[in-house]
Nanobody
Framework: VQLQASGGGLVQAGGSLRLSCAASARTFSTYAMAWFRQAPGKEREFVAAVTRSGISTYYSDSVKGRFTISRDNAKDTVALQMNSLKPEDTAVYYC?????????????????WGQGTLVTVSS
């Protein structure tokens, strides 16, 4: 599975961005999808995940209520709508795919990763 993330950029605090991840996989709907992020000097951290059907979603406490993950299995894409952005959201954002049914919060459970897209939030 190849993942291509896009949509990053520079935005002011309080603004919004929408990230998109396109997958090259005929079996996209068999993968749970997630977004992780890594800020300079910090470890990669979980942001959000969505199950295969798109019915269930999961978020880190730091983004809950501000970010929304969604997927379109007909188009093999997953998106992350980010609202009310804060300077501490500045990071490289990665989309990831897994066939596991558990451990969606853990990066080690993901088999495929996109190249990352940089989000910079200015204060």
């Amino acid at each position: 599975v190849q993942l291509q993330a896009s949509g990053g950029g520079l935005v002011q605090a309080g603004g919004s961005l929408r990230l998109s991840c396109a997958a090259s996989a005929r079996t996209f709907s068999t993968y749970a999808m997630a977004w992780f992020r890594q800020a300079p000097g910090k470890e990669r951290e979980f942001v959000a995940a969505v199950t295969r059907s798109g019915i269930s979603t999961y978020y880190s406490d730091s983004v809950k209520g501000r970010f929304t993950i969604s997927r379109d299995n007909a188009k093999d894409t997953v998106a992350l709508q980010m609202n009310s952005l804060k300077p501490e959201d500045t990071a490289v954002y990665y989309c990831a795919a897994t066939r596991t049914y558990s451990g969606l919060y853990q990066s080690s459970f993901y088999d495929y990763w996109g190249q990352g897209t940089l989000v910079t939030v200015s204060s």
